[in-house]
């Protein structure tokens, strides 16, 4: 079977570069356990004008992705602390 792939947008680079070294590494660390657990999880699924989106919790940040299932490939789109990250706009 093929592998998860994971890709990320440029808002998302954007957004991981802006953050402390050792949130980040929590982010990358917790991104790279899903690649290993995704077939094993049921991914959070957002509501409301983020229905499309995902969320994947890592403390009080926030990875919002989308999954393109046909490809098998997860699109991180916005990584932001919780209290921010629903005013971004798609």
Known sequence: MKRWLLEFTLDA???LAKL???IRRRII???DWLLENFEAIFP??????FREFYKLRVGDW????????????IIVCCVDRRDKIYKKRK
């Open 29 to 31: 660390d917790k991104l």
């Open 62 to 73: 926030r990875v919002i992705y989308k999954i393109n299932w046909e490809e098998r490939i």
């Open 20 to 22: 402390d070294c050792e």
């Open 44 to 49: 959070s699924v957002l509501s409301g004008e």
């Open 13 to 15: 680079e954007r957004d």
